[in-house]
């Protein structure tokens, strides 16, 4: 299963990637790389690798039984998606910020609700979690296309949906123990959130150049 599960992942950020690629390429013509362009694109995956890092950690403490550390680590996540959203809040106000600070928290609550049925062996929570991921894949998408034109929707959803799948790959492959293959699957998480953060980047420095001069 977290094979499978992995395997969409890669096949889903390959075939993003290319589309990101080519809407780079575009956009390129409207805007040079600046310093503040770089800046920002560095800051961005960073609060995009800490996201990944702490839910780790998160799914890791469940499946170690270990409630404290388990708690430490989801203070992070919550302050960690409270700076991604704090990042839109000069761009598009403070409603939006706190807008985006409510879908990330949907975001990792169906994370945590399929780590919790995994390790309950509840089949029920874990599709009822697939499919709040799915749901929430759909929101952000919408949210974002709509603020930005450079974030088309199908494409915001599709990166967001398959970030999702790596979580899900992970947490199954802690329950199973397959700890070489999180290891690559970490990997993959980390060039997945790499390509979010810069996909933001680019639409954010094309729709608002003076910001990024």
């Given at each position: 299963?977290?094979?499978?599960?992995?395997?969409?992942?890669?096949?889903g950020?390959?075939?993003?990637m290319?589309?990101?690629?080519?809407?780079?390429?575009?956009?390129?013509?409207?805007h040079e790389?600046?310093a503040?362009?770089?800046?920002?694109?560095?800051?961005?995956?960073?609060?995009?690798?800490?996201?990944?890092?702490w839910?780790?950690?998160?799914?890791?403490?469940?499946?170690?039984?270990?409630?404290a550390?388990?708690?430490?680590?989801?203070?992070e996540?919550v302050?960690?998606?409270r700076?991604?959203?704090?990042?839109i809040?000069?761009?598009?106000g403070?409603?939006?910020?706190?807008?985006?600070?409510t879908?990330?928290?949907?975001?990792?609550?169906?994370?945590?609700?399929?780590?919790?049925?995994?390790?309950?062996?509840?089949?029920?929570?874990?599709?009822?979690?697939l499919?709040?991921?799915?749901?929430?894949?759909?929101?952000?998408?919408?949210?974002?296309?709509?603020?930005?034109?450079y974030?088309?929707?199908?494409?915001?959803r599709g990166?967001?949906?398959?970030?999702?799948?790596?979580?899900v790959?992970?947490?199954?492959?802690?329950?199973e123990?397959d700890?070489?293959?999180?290891?690559?699957?970490?990997?993959?998480?980390?060039?997945?959130v790499?390509?979010?953060?810069?996909?933001?980047?680019?639409?954010?420095?094309t729709?608002f150049?003076?910001?990024?001069?």
């Amino acid at each position: 299963m977290s094979q499978h599960l992995l395997s969409i992942g890669v096949l889903g950020l390959s075939l993003i990637m290319a589309g990101c690629t080519h809407a780079s390429h575009t956009q390129s013509s409207h805007h040079e790389e600046t310093a503040k362009t770089v800046q920002t694109k560095e800051a961005l995956r960073d609060l995009w690798v800490s996201h990944i890092f702490w839910i780790r950690n998160v799914v890791w403490d469940d499946a170690m039984n270990n409630p404290a550390a388990r708690d430490a680590a989801e203070q992070e996540v919550v302050a960690n998606a409270r700076q991604i959203a704090n990042t839109i809040q000069p761009f598009y106000g403070d409603a939006a910020s706190e807008k985006l600070f409510t879908l990330l928290a949907g975001h990792y609550g169906a994370v945590k609700a399929y780590s919790e049925g995994s390790l309950a062996g509840n089949s029920l929570q874990q599709e009822a979690a697939l499919a709040q991921l799915a749901s929430n894949a759909d929101d952000i998408a919408v949210f974002l296309s709509s603020a930005n034109p450079y974030l088309p929707r199908e494409t915001v959803r599709g990166l967001i949906a398959a970030h999702g799948a790596h979580h899900v790959a992970q947490i199954t492959q802690f329950q199973e123990k397959d700890y070489v293959d999180e290891g690559k699957t970490w990997e993959v998480m980390r060039q997945h959130v790499y390509t979010i953060a810069d996909a933001l980047t680019t639409a954010l420095a094309t729709q608002f150049p003076d910001k990024f001069s």
